[in-house]
């Protein structure tokens, strides 16, 4: 898949929300942690296990990856992007990304799943990074990127406010994500790194 790639069309998307948000005298690092608030909103819905929490889940995680999208579109539109700030994005979104698979843990009780999940996640993301610390470049490539991870988080929690019973293997579709993200996140690490390997 992977959503990163039309990162250009969110950014034509993006003017009345950093016009808004540069009225309202927020800074770039102001959206970061709405942004995270959300996250969090989300985890704490996911983890209700409710099927309107799962709903309100879903729409604080698309939320919040769309106002990860904003912060850095502000920054540019103020000119005042930077290393902290940018520093600051990514830490937060570590963070946001462990609150939500954390949610969706304790809502379904799949732990095992969601240590190997969450584990997954974690490594896609420090190969991003990593690979931009040693100066290959950025990577984003790969089976899973966060857009796709946010996509398919705010569908699932959609789907399981409407059916959460279990449809494979004792798994409802909760529990199906959290084994996606523990296979996928993984492979996905590994593909960034021999991508990033083949251009040393």
């Given at each position: 898949m992977t959503l990163d790639q039309y990162r250009s069309v969110a950014d034509r998307l993006l003017g009345p929300w950093v016009r808004a948000a540069a009225r309202l005298g927020?800074?770039?690092?102001?959206?970061?942690?709405?942004?995270?608030?959300?996250?969090?909103?989300?985890?704490?819905?996911?983890?209700?296990?409710?099927?309107?929490?799962?709903?309100?889940?879903?729409?604080?995680?698309?939320?919040?990856?769309?106002?990860?999208?904003?912060?850095?579109a502000l920054a540019r539109h103020l000119e005042i992007a930077s290393d902290g700030g940018d520093l600051l994005d990514h830490v937060l979104d570590r963070y946001a990304d462990i609150a939500i698979i954390a949610g969706f843990t304790v809502g379904t009780g799949a732990y095992a799943l969601g240590f190997l999940a969450v584990t997954g996640v974690l490594m896609t993301s420090y190969m991003g990074t990593q690979i931009q610390a040693v100066g290959i470049g950025r990577e984003y490539g790969g089976l899973l990127g966060r857009a796709d991870r946010l996509a398919l988080m705010g569908i699932v929690g959609l789907v399981a406010a409407v059916y959460a019973v279990p449809v494979v293997a004792g798994l409802n579709v909760v529990g199906l994500l959290l084994a996606l993200f523990a296979a996928v996140g993984h492979l996905t690490a590994v593909q960034r790194f021999l991508g990033a390997w083949r251009d040393v």
């Open positions: 927020l800074s770039p690092d102001q959206v970061s942690l709405l942004a995270f608030g959300a996250a969090v909103a989300a985890a704490g819905a996911f983890a209700a296990g409710d099927p309107f929490f799962y709903a309100l889940g879903a729409v604080c995680v698309l939320l919040n990856g769309w106002l990860d999208v904003v912060d850095g």
